[in-house]
């Protein structure tokens, strides 16, 4: 009895797996097909270089497409770090950043503007006890405003059908 509910139960996850066999996402990054040929990186280099980073291995997954568009690439970033709460005797507890992206991306050849990417990021953390976990808490939060600003200048290449 036991053996039959076990293969019912296997029966029923093997139909789930084998139902989203045809899944394709909408706006997937292997649709994308550009060749970067010349880039360039303003205000802030380290923030700017993770997001060009990101484009670049982007750009070296469809390497091989002879179809790609080639593109230049222009991303200025700026980041303002402000205190936004003070206890009484004015030590900070909490800190807010803000990054203004400009992501400007041009056809090499004829210097069109295929995509004007312009976005505002914000977010706040909190003071830690030690200064290291505040500075982790930090980088940690900078990654992740870079990470949505990319995952959103993806929408945004496929929206403008990069291709």
């Known amino acids: 009895m036991k053996k039959i509910i076990y293969l019912i139960i296997i029966f029923f996850f093997s139909s789930y797996i084998y139902a989203c066999a045809g899944y394709k996402p909408i706006f997937s990054s292997s649709n994308l097909q550009f060749k970067i040929i010349n880039h360039s990186i303003e205000g802030d280099k380290k923030l700017g270089n993770q997001i060009y980073s990101n ?3 982007l750009y070296k997954f469809n390497e091989n497409n002879p179809n790609a568009k080639n593109i230049n690439v222009i991303i200025n970033l700026s980041k303002n770090k402000k205190a936004t709460v003070k206890d009484s005797t004015g030590k900070i507890l909490e800190y807010v950043i803000n990054l203004k992206i400009n992501i400007l991306i041009n056809d090499s050849i004829s210097d069109d503007v295929i995509l004007n990417h312009n976005t505002t990021e914000t ?4 003071v830690q006890d030690q200064y290291a976990e505040t500075l982790n808490l930090e980088n940690k939060t900078l990654e992740n405003l870079v990470n949505k600003t990319f995952q959103d200048l993806l929408i ?3 929206e403008k059908n990069i291709k």
Request: proline share 0%; glycine share 0%; net charge positive.
């Open 55 to 57: 484009l670049y291995n």
């Open 123 to 126: 977010s706040s953390y909190k």
């Open 156 to 158: 945004a290449m496929s």
